[in-house]
């Protein structure tokens, strides 16, 4: 599992994303610590409420992300009781929170929204060392439910090894792309074309292969990237036997780029408009 962690400003902006414009987005929701709201936008309004009793906290909003590989099938108790779980790590058990699960991806996936300030005390719970926690949980939910276990960057179960740190994803991209409602492109070249990479035995057979996907590949700073045209992805954050120095050493042959004809004409017009030097005429001082 990989669990993502933001802190956010406002509840509404965040209910509106996890519900969409019409409610229709949340497959189903949960909520906890909440006195009389049963809907996203309720839950919001209110949560807003009970952070205003601290004047100090500009980010309020605590959005946990949480997401199972593409074979586990988890119920929708097990996702709660393992969102549960690991807000009583965090110490915001007693704290407002909205469970949201959705349904638009090939993998399972829940978010929450959660208030860092306590509906009694008024006080905001710190965020020290969030991360590492929500590693730890997950590490012990994978190997209590027989999830795949994803081992994190900072924290580990016993016989398991820190993963290759090219295969992460930065927080910045997560954010980027859970902003615009979708996943990161590296995730989504992941789902769909991992196995072509595993089963291929040529850059032809790999170009074709990737091509049916609306992808190909790109040199770039001595690697290879993924695209669409849009979006890159270093290919060997695909995964770790993908780089184009191991590429080349399966496929027994370096990588080249044919240039295309528009390639070519684009050269040509660019060469036409080039400055030429002008010579000095004989006779004619500076």
């Not at 414009?21 to 409420?49: H, I, K």
């Not at 190997?143 to 927080?171: N, V």
Request: charged content about 30%.
């Amino acid at each position: 599992m990989i669990g993502m962690v933001y802190r956010l400003r406002s509840f509404t902006k965040l209910a509106q994303y996890l519900g969409g414009d019409d409610g229709s987005r949340a497959a189903w929701s949960q909520y906890r610590n909440l006195a009389f709201s049963d809907t996203l936008p309720e839950a919001a309004r209110e949560m807003g409420l009970v952070a205003r009793r601290s004047l100090r906290v500009e980010k309020p909003v605590l959005h946990l992300s949480i997401s199972w590989a593409p074979d586990d099938d988890p119920s929708k108790q097990q996702m709660c009781d393992v969102v549960d779980s690991m807000l009583h790590d965090l110490e915001l058990a007693d704290h407002q929170a909205t469970f949201v699960g959705h349904t638009d991806k090939a993998f399972a996936h829940t978010h929450v929204m959660a208030n860092r300030v306590h509906p009694d005390s008024g006080l905001v719970r710190a965020d020290r060392r969030y991360l590492h926690r929500i590693q730890a949980n997950l590490r012990r939910a994978e190997r209590a439910y027989g999830f795949k276990e994803t081992p994190g960057h900072l924290f580990q179960l016993e016989g398991q090894e820190r993963p290759d740190r090219s295969q992460s994803i930065s927080s910045r991209a997560y954010r980027t792309a859970l902003a615009q409602g979708k996943l990161p492109f590296q995730l989504l070249v992941q789902d769909v074309a991992e196995k072509d990479f595993a089963e291929s035995r040529s850059w032809e057979e790999l170009s074709a292969r990737l091509a049916r996907h609306g992808l190909r590949l790109v040199p770039r700073r001595g690697g290879l990237v993924v695209t669409d045209g849009h979006e890159y992805a270093k290919s060997s954050s695909i995964a770790p036997d993908v780089s184009r120095k191991k590429l080349e050493t399966r496929f027994g042959k370096s990588f080249g780029l044919r240039t295309t004809p528009s390639d070519r004409t684009v050269k040509r017009r660019r060469n036409d408009h080039t400055p030429r030097r002008r010579v000095r005429e004989k006779g004619r001082g500076a």
